[in-house]
Nanobody, 126 residues
């Protein structure tokens, strides 16, 4: 499985971006997809996760109400719609995948995910 996050860029505070993560290889049903981010000097942190069958979607408290994760089954792609962006959202964003449905409490753990893509930089100016 290969993942490649894209769609990052420079945006002003309050703006929006949509990140995409197309997956090549055997993904889809049975997979859980996650979005994480890492700011300079900080640890990688959970942003959002979605089970491919849509049975569970989770968000970090810091992005609830502003970000939305979705997937397109036909395109084998996961998206992260980011609205009302803040300077503290500045980070490299990564998509990840695991061929299982971890319990809800584990979706936010980076250790659960097997496959990781290259990150995409998101910079929010104030």
């Amino acid at each position: 499985v290969q993942l490649q996050a894209s769609g990052g860029g420079l945006v002003q505070a309050g703006g929006s971006l949509r990140l995409s993560c197309p997956a090549s290889g055997r993904t889809g049903s049975g997979y859980t997809m996650g979005w994480f981010r890492q700011a300079p000097g900080k640890e990688r942190e959970f942003v959002a996760a979605i089970r491919w069958n849509l049975s569970n979607i989770r968000y970090a408290d810091s992005v609830k109400g502003r970000f939305a994760v979705s997937r397109d089954n036909a395109k084998n792609t996961v998206y992260l719609q980011m609205n009302s962006l803040k300077p503290e959202d500045t980070a490299v964003y990564y998509c990840a995948a695991v061929p299982s449905y971890p319990i809800s409490s584990m979706l936010s753990s980076s250790r659960v995910y097997t496959y990781w893509g290259q990150g995409t930089q998101v910079t929010v100016s104030s």
